[in-house]
């Protein structure tokens, strides 16, 4: 069963099992407003590759990347994280049309691979969407529903114009939990700032920790720029809370412009 939160903006979820002969594209695609999130399906966090062993010889997995298709097509562009692009020439999936700036696992069969430029032709056997939020600021009126509750083993890397966030917390299960990255609400847009302070935060709606699981986000922060004193890059400061009895962890981040 899917529960999802709808508290504040709207969400929307598109929820694909995609069939085709014996394997199954399993994509979460949540484009989320400002409070999102869902932990029902614990299946979900893993890897969505195939269980066929025969299929491992000859199938790959992309790190995280974002998706180019300005016309919307079934045979779109992938920027990989890891400086790989990839151009999807075939799919076992023709109703998948992802938008522009999508983040995403893949799964492929390579087609061809060019180690010179960096590029790579494939074909589309798998994949899984990632959820991605704008930033939120941390108005008066949010400041109680965010939450400080924990989340642990916590790795941050900046790619492109997302920030992207790698966590673990607990569940039992039956509680949607919240998250969100924040940011003080009286920035002003005049390109004064030489450092930006962020805040990821977690409300766990008095779940009982039970299990942990791992979860990956990806946060648009595109809208850090016009506060940025510098042209081209600002540091970021970034915290949150690993213990309600601790002071919040932090990691710093440059965020180098991507337009």
Known sequence: MLKVCNSHKTILILHFFLK?????LK???MKIKQILYLIALAAAFTSCLSKNDSLFESTYITWLGT????????LFT????????????ETNFPEFKPKTDTRLFLVYNLLSKNETTKECEIRLVDGRIIPTSDLLPLTKAVADTVGK???LKVDMYIA??????NFSFYVSGNVIHTFNMVRPDTLIADNSLDTIKLEFRHNAHYDIPVNMIEY??????????????????VPLVISWFES????PKKINLMYKFFK
């Open 78 to 89: 992938f920027a990989g994280d890891d400086g790989i692009t990839y151009y999807i020439r």
């Open 216 to 233: 990956t986000m990806c946060f648009n922060i595109s809208e850090l720029q016009r506060f940025s004193v510098n042209p081209d890059s």
């Open 244 to 247: 309600t009895q601790a002071p």
């Open 160 to 165: 492109r114009n997302f920030l992207n966030v």
């Open 20 to 24: 085709k002969k014996n394997n199954y």
């Open 27 to 29: 994509i979460f695609y």
């Open 149 to 151: 509750d924990p989340v």
């Open 67 to 74: 998706v180019e298709n300005p016309m919307e097509s079934n």
